[in-house]
Every structure is written in C-alpha cells, then in structure tokens.
C-alpha cells in the first residue's frame, strides 16, 4: 500500500485534500491516530464529480458508540467547513491489524487503499 500526503493524491480536489489535514488534526486531540487509509472510488481513479471521500481511520482507542460519534461529529464539521464530503469508518488498529475485524470493504481497502501520512 503507497503511503502519501494528501496534497500528492491526484484524484482528490484542493478542498479535499484540506479537508483531510484539518481531519487529522481534529482527531489526533481526541484518538491516537494510527493510521488513515484513502479507499473507494477516489482511490482506483474511477470517481465522479459528486463522489464521497472514503477514509478509514485506525486509532488505538476501542470501536465504540462515543467514539464513533466524536468522529462523526468531527467529520461533520469539517464538511461543512470544507463543502466536502468526508466519509469516515472508525477502527481499532489493533484488531484491524489482527484481522479480528470483517468488513465486507476490509480486501477492497487493503487491495485498493492508499496510506496517507499521518
């Protein structure tokens, strides 16, 4: 899997890529942040204009109802503030990594994903 900053991802517009570093830095005063993995149709270069930003983020912090909704919370902010369209899922790291997590996207990220610097 490539790992690059935003502001190298062809596929993703100026307010996306800002969107993403602003992302960054609202969730590592919440979690540690692990890991942001771009996936979907911005990552195999297949979008459309009005196609959603897919970002799995991994932090070390449980999968939980809070954390899920700080995230959210974040994400919704930073949409409004960007006029983007940011979708997060939130992960353990950990269980991410030991496979314990099934999603049925989870060989898609892994196939298609692109790391970004964190």
Known sequence: MNTLSPS????L???EKKSISKLKERIAVLFKLKSMILFGSKARGDYE???DVDLLILVDE???WS????????TLDINME???QLTCILENATNWEMESVWLPLKDNI???GIAIEI
């Open 8 to 11: 190298k991802i062809p596929t």
């Open 13 to 15: 517009t100026d307010m």
């Open 49 to 51: 204009e009005w196609s």
């Open 62 to 64: 449980e999968k939980n």
């Open 67 to 74: 954390n899920r909704e700080k995230l959210s919370d974040i």
């Open 82 to 84: 960007f006029d983007t």
């Open 110 to 112: 892994i196939q298609e």
